[in-house]
């Protein structure tokens, strides 16, 4: 008979996390996966890079315009002058290696790689809270992402978007094996790609991880000004970049703006007005992430849920603010539902995602000038019940008690003391 132990929610026992959810679904989903459904979930994501790689006439739109910026440096032109390039200089010497490739190679390589972040991204997503990636969850969670617009967007135009969605578990998963330096390195390099994650460095200040929050700063820093030394008109990102972004961007990117000001202004709310209940969101939801990081309760969710609501407050507000942005937090928020109290444990949660799965229809908001307003409502009904879970008061919870032996691993766990 095999001994009982004292189980941290998460703690792995024979590959299958062994944790005592409090509900059997999660219970379920927590067991090891067959290899059908593996297999299904494989076949799925190569039908998602098929179908990118047979429809793109493109190396993926957002990729390309990196891709030639690169070419254009290599040329001894100035990657700025294109204004739709709107990375810092670091980012042209990592695309080198792709404008070194011919256009078919890049048809496959970009939607193999963009499929790779975000699995990957989940994969150390599940790792933070201890879930084994042989688990039920990690299979069911790849498998959704072929359903998930968001994700198949991404993918098609290979935005570098993808490169924060990897990073920013990872930044967790450090931060929570308390090795915040390496964490500030790899927060670094996503920002020297695209500084998408910069609200991430609020999470140092809240932390006073003062040596970490000088090492992401560094990188980025340090790899811009080196590039911008070897290529062209480096002034141009000042002069030019810079402005059209603060505008945002223009009538060809304004159609898929789903942050608050945009969208409060196409329904008519005066410019002035809308930036201003953007603004008071964006520093509401920074003082929710606040109050989730003074609550103190130490583990994986108080790193996941502060992070998450920084980045979110942060969309609520950029110019623009895109459908797949949201990937960027929903890997390691998905993964938190193994814990009570999370924001998956909502039903709001998981309605915020419905409008998103792909073959859905919903009237009047198919439209490539509308489909805004529903990625708004996924943005903003996904921080308002994380911003809800950061300020509710909890009820402390036992740790509960359930055998861990081989004998037991398909049996359904005791309930959770609470």
Known sequence: MSAEKTVIAGAEEGGAAAVAPGSPVVAWLLRRASWPLWGVAGALMVAVIFNVQRHSPTVGMDNDFVVKAARALLRGEAPYADKRFLYLPSAVPAAVPEALLSAG??????????????????????????????SRLAVLGVAALAFFEPFRNVVNIGNWTLASVAALPVVLLLALRSRWVAAGAVLGLALALKPLLAPLLLLLVLARRWQALAVAVAVPVVASVSAALVMPHPGMFFTRTLPFLLRGQDSFARPFDASLGMILTRLGVPETAAYGVAAVAAVAGSGCAWARWRRGDEGPLRLVETAAMLMLAAFLVSRPSFDHYLLVVLPPL?????????????????????????????????????????????????AAVLAWSCVRPRVLRAVAIMPVGPESADRTPVRDVF
Request: aromatic letters at 10%; hydrophobic letters at 60%; zero cysteines.
């Open 105 to 134: 190679k890049l048809r496959l390589l970009v939607p193999v790689a963009g499929v790779g972040l975000v699995v990957l991204g989940w994969a150390v997503s599940l790792r933070i809270f201890r879930i084994s990636v042989r």
């Open 334 to 382: 998905v993964a938190s539902v193994v814990l009570p109290g999370s924001a998956p444990r909502t039903v709001w949660f998981w309605a915020a995602l419905v409008p998103q799965v792909s073959g859905l229809v919903w009237p009047h908001l198919e439209g490539l000038h509308r489909r805004a307003f529903k990625d708004a409502a996924m943005l903003w009904t996904v």
